[in-house]
Structures are given as C-alpha cells and as structure tokens.
C-alpha cells in the first residue's frame, strides 16, 4: 500500500484556505495592484 | 438503480474531488465555470446596457442569476460531459476560498456583533429542527440513520454535514445518496423561492440575508440566495452559514457517540481529533483575514480588491450549483425521503423566520 505524500495530505478545505490567504498577501504586498469587478 | 444514478450526481462532488484527478485535468471543467459565470455577468452587463441605450425600464437580473440558469440548462439538457466533470466539482474549493476572501469586507466587530446573533439563533434552530426532523422521520418510517443523516443535513450544512455524518454513524451509502438528493432538490428549489419571499415580506438585507444563512441548507445554495437579494444580504448570509458550519463538527461528534452506545458505530477514541477533523478550516481563514482587515493589515484600494477576489470566487461557484444540478435525476430519488426533508425545510424555514424577526426586534438588525 503506498503512503500518501504530505501534499495530499492536506484537505481540500486547508488548500482553499492556504489558495486564499496566498491571494490576499499578493494583493497585501503589491504583486496583484487592482483586481477588476 | 436509482440510487447509483443519484450517487453521480449528488454525491459526485465530492467523490470526484477525492478521486486522484490530475491538475491537468481540472482545468477543463475550471474553464467551462469561468466561461458560464462570466456569461452571467456579460448578460447582466448587456441588459443595462441595452435598456440605457434604448431609455427601457429593464429589470435589473443579477448574474448569480443568469450563472445558475445558463448552468441548470446545460446540465439539464446536454448533460456536463466527462472530460468537464472533475473541475467543476471543484465549484465547492472556490467557494471556501470566496468566504475565507469575503473577511475582508468584515470588520472584527461586525463579525462578534452578527456572529454572535447568528450562534444564539442558530443553537435554538439546531434544537427545534434536529427534534423535529428526528420525530417527522419516525413518523414516515424511514430507517434511523437516513433520519440522522436528513435530520443533519437540514439543521446544519447540507452536504457536507451529510458526508460527514455517514462516516462517523457507518451509515448505509445508499441513505447518504438519498439525503443528499432530497437537500439537494430542496436547496435548488429554495434558491428561487427565498428570494421571492424575501421580497414580498420586505426584509431588509441583514434580516433577509440572516435568515437565508440560517434556513438554506448547502453553503453555495445559501451563499446565491443571499447574493440573489442583494450584496449586503449576500454577505450577511456567508456570515450565518459560516456560524452554521462551525457546529458540524460537535452535532456529528453526538450522533457518533449515540450511534456507538447502541453499538452500531465506531466508539469515537479521541473526541478533540474527531472535533478538529470535522471543522470547516474556511471558517478560520475567514476569522483571520477579517482580523487582519480590522487591524489596517490591508489599506482600502488592497481590501477592495480582497473582496473583488472573493466576488470572482463566488462566480465560478455559483456557475457550479447550476452544473452539478440534474433535476431529473434528484428526482428519482424515494419519495418519502423528500417529502419528509420538504416538510422539515418548511417548518425549519418558518422556525428561522419567526426566530429572524425576533432577532429584528431585539438586536435592530
């Protein structure tokens, strides 16, 4: 039986919050400037 | 027979996002929800264009709207082929990360304030639903755990309170299935009438979105009803559902413990583990990107375009609820089932009306 890896360990609700805080601090430290609506 | 059909596309969130699918291979299915969302929001845009060039009094349709029907008709007509399915699956990631992004445009306070409200109406609303649901589903005779796994998933977060109920209870696959289609149905179906109702009750957004969080069920069909009545409702609408979903963990965690003192169940060994299994961890990520909007983390430009992120999130969402929908086959689920998880959304939506507009008179919502 093979192990999973420590990235699939991660559950797809911490990688939508991890997605989400890298988004934010891209933003936070100018890297995405405006995000158009 | 019918539950296998079920299981495609009730259950097919999730089992798809769990089964090893490459990177590569969502992007198809990302791709079709971007395409459909974002003709939501080009028909909107066309619309107001349309009748300002030509002085015409057109409604104005949210794209939440337009995302969903254009999604329904596909999904209901020529069917969401194979080689899309995977990544629209994925509609349920974008929206964890839409409500972890939409804490930017929560301050701390406004969070306790609201959050606070929400959790004391939510406790009243998981006792009086999970004791009606419990005593409606003897009443049909439906079997103990599709009771549970009903009474669950209509008190707190549809189906994801379903899935993980049915691992902690050793509930039946085929139960799940038809939990899950019967507040899938439900939601699709609550998702026009809240809105219609709202208005004709004249809510105001807080109270509306308030109640929305409190009665919708699944978390994407809570968040597009709120969106529906306006932008503030959608917002206070994530919030309640937010507080929702916080008490999933503890609601399974009792029924694990029922469930094994009657021996049909695992015994839960390490109730704090189980408890941080069970935790939507979006709900942290919300707590923390409001906690850094309240403390000048981010300056004005940077939270609008924090929340615009999140708007962009919500759009591939809501492009996903009208995807994975195949009424037709919801509906070939038992009927006893739905009927009794549509009496209980009834009375559990009446419950948190009446509860809303006490709320109201108190607390000036």
Not at chain 2, 127 to 147: D, E, Q, S, W
Not at chain 2, 285 to 306: E, H, P
Not at chain 2, 354 to 360: I, M
Request: glycine share 10%.
């Amino acid at each position: 039986m093979s192990q999973a890896s420590p990235l699939h360990r991660i559950s797809l609700d911490t990688w939508a919050v991890l997605l989400a805080l890298a988004a934010a601090l891209l933003v936070r430290f100018g890297v995405l400037k405006t995000v158009p609506w | 027979m019918a539950s296998s059909a079920i299981r495609t596309t009730a259950a097919g969130a999730a089992a798809e996002v769990k089964a090893p699918v490459s990177a590569a291979g969502l992007i198809p299915g990302i791709a079709l929800l971007a395409v459909v969302g974002y003709a939501g929001k080009f028909i909107e845009h066309f619309i107001a264009a349309y009748g300002k060039a030509h002085h015409l009094v057109l409604p104005n349709i949210e794209y939440v709207l337009w995302a969903i029907l254009i999604g329904l008709a596909i999904s209901n007509t020529v069917g969401v082929p194979a080689i899309f399915r995977s990544g629209v699956a994925t509609y349920e990631f974008w929206l964890k990360a839409g409500i972890v992004l939409l804490g930017a445009r929560f301050l701390l306070g406004d969070v306790r304030r609201l959050g606070g409200v929400s959790l004391v109406l939510i406790a009243i609303e998981l006792a009086l639903a999970l004791t009606f649901m419990t005593y409606l589903g003897r009443g049909f005779k439906l079997k103990p755990k599709l009771v549970t796994l009903l009474a669950v998933g209509s008190s707190i977060c549809g189906v994801s309170a379903i899935i993980a109920a049915q691992g902690a209870i050793d509930a039946d696959e085929e139960d799940s299935s038809y939990a899950i289609a019967a507040i899938l149905l439900l939601g699709a179906i609550s998702l026009f009438l809240f809105p219609l109702i709202g208005h004709a009750l004249h809510l105001s957004d807080q109270a509306y979105g308030l109640w929305t969080g409190l009665a919708v069920d699944n978390t994407a069909e809570a968040t597009a009803a709120g969106a529906l009545y306006s932008d503030a409702a959608g917002k206070v609408a994530v919030l309640a559902k937010t507080c929702r979903n916080a008490t999933i963990g503890f609601v399974v965690l009792g029924y694990a413990i029922y469930w094994a003192s009657k021996g049909q169940a695992a015994e839960v060994e390490n109730k704090g583990a189980f408890l941080w299994r069970k935790f939507p961890k979006f709900v942290l990520g919300f707590l923390v990107i409001s906690l850094l909007a309240t403390v000048g983390f981010f300056s004005k430009t940077q939270l609008a375009a924090v929340g615009n992120l999140s708007r962009w999130a919500f759009l591939l969402t809501f492009a996903g609820v009208g995807l994975r929908t195949n009424l037709r086959e919801l509906s070939k689920q038992g009927a006893r089932p739905f009927l009794v998880g549509a009496v209980g959304e009834i009375v559990i939506a009446l419950i948190t009306l009446g509860l809303v507009f006490g709320a109201d008179h108190f607390y000036h919502l």
